[in-house]
C-alpha cells in the first residue's frame, strides 16, 4: 500500500466510531496473546497497526520498536514506522526507516 493511501486509509478509519471499537476489540485481543507469547513478532506488528488505525501513533511506534528490536532486518516494522512518523510529520525520521526497509528488501 502506497503511503499516501495508507495515510487516507488512517483518517477514513479514525472518523468511523464503528471501525475504532472493532480496533479496540482487537487490541484486546492482541494483549490476550501477547500475555501467552510475549515476543510473538506478527501479534505486536498487528497490534501497532491496530494502534496507528485508531489514531494512537505514538502507541504504535512503541510496537515497531519492539518488533524491530526482536528482528532488527523487519522489513514490515520498518515500512510501519516510517509510515506513522509521515504521519506525525516526523519526515527525516520517516525517510530513515524506510531507506532501511529498501536495503532489507534489496538482500
Avoid: W
Avoid at 477514513?12 to 501477547?34: A, G, N, R, T
Avoid at 500475555?35 to 494512537?56: Q, S, V
Wanted: charged content about 35%; aromatic content about 12%.
Amino acid at each position: 500500500m502506497e503511503s499516501k493511501n495508507y495515510i487516507h486509509y488512517i483518517n477514513l478509519v479514525k472518523k468511523s466510531k464503528e471501525s475504532q471499537e472493532k480496533f479496540k476489540i482487537e487490541i484486546e485481543l492482541y494483549d490476550y496473546f501477547l500475555t501467552l507469547l510475549p515476543d510473538d513478532i506478527m501479534c505486536i506488528d498487528n497490534k501497532g497497526k491496530a494502534y496507528a488505525l485508531i489514531g494512537r501513533l505514538d502507541e504504535s511506534i512503541e510496537l515497531f520498536d519492539k518488533v524491530i528490536k526482536l528482528n532488527p532486518q523487519d522489513l514490515e516494522a520498518h515500512l510501519n514506522k516510517g509510515r506513522v512518523l509521515t504521519e506525525l510529520k516526523r519526515y527525516d525520521n520517516a525517510i530513515e526507516y524506510f531507506e532501511k526497509s529498501i536495503l532489507f528488501n534489496q538482500k
